[in-house]
């Protein structure tokens, strides 16, 4: 694989197709629907089980064959594939999954916040210039999606570390696509790269890795039914 693979993957299936994924689903995973309502346990099987068909294909393996080991903070591992970078993420009807050979990967993509949201929280946990840029005068939609998109770059760097949320608030990872953060602070040794990935619809995307190698980013759309 060159560069970081990634992949749009809508949640919304039909019934039937569904049930297939489920059937790829290990027991923990199953458990995790527990109580949810039919379009959450829906939404989550069809990310899951579109995270575990590409992995599988990636590595040769059955998608139901596939065990997941959690590092520290619930960072995704392939038990026997240490090489491959996994992580995902899903926001409402859309998941996202980025792989990388051999290097560390985050990824995340979040739906526009509310503007009004937005800029509370950016006041409150970004640093200063970044809740700054996010409160600068524009359409409500404009702030929404410069606070999203500065949020999606913090969960995917926190995501490529392994790390918590907390450990990012003081680190900035604002400035024009793609991003090098020489200093993430609390989360660990630098450099890191962001990228922002375009998606569809009212969501905004991105992916970290760690190092220097540059980052190119391989966007497909998974084709799953």
Not at 9 to 20: K, L, M, R, T, W
Not at 114 to 133: G, H, K, L, V
Not at 174 to 202: E, I, K, M, Q, T
Request: with cysteine; charged share 20%; hydrophobic share 40%.
């Amino acid at each position: 694989m060159t560069g970081i693979g990634f992949w749009c993957i809508d949640a919304e299936q039909p019934a039937s197709f569904v049930e297939e994924l489920w059937q790829l689903l290990d027991p923990r995973e199953r458990a995790r629907t527990a109580g949810a309502s039919p379009e959450l346990r829906s939404r989550f099987t069809v990310v899951r089980g579109a995270v575990r068909q590409l992995v599988g294909a990636r590595l040769g393996v059955r998608p139901a064959g596939l065990v997941w080991r959690r590092g520290p903070n619930g960072k995704p591992e392939v038990e026997g594939a240490e090489g491959l970078g996994v992580s995902w993420s899903a926001s409402g009807a859309l998941g996202v999954l980025a792989l990388a050979e051999g290097r560390a990967v985050g990824v995340d993509v979040e739906r526009l916040h509310d503007a009004r949201t937005a800029e509370r929280m950016a006041a409150r946990w970004f640093p200063f210039e970044e809740a700054r840029s996010v409160a600068e005068p524009a359409e409500p939609s404009e702030r929404a999606a410069r606070f999203t998109a500065l949020w999606c770059r913090r969960e995917a760097c926190v995501k490529a570390y392994g790390g918590r949320l907390t450990q990012s608030f003081g680190v900035s990872v604002a400035g024009p696509s793609p991003v090098l953060v020489g200093d993430p602070g609390a989360l660990g040794p630098g450099p890191v790269r962001l990228c922002d990935v375009p998606v569809p619809g009212p969501f905004r995307a991105a992916v970290a890795t760690l190092g220097e190698l540059p980052l190119h980013v391989n966007s497909s759309v998974w084709q799953g039914n």
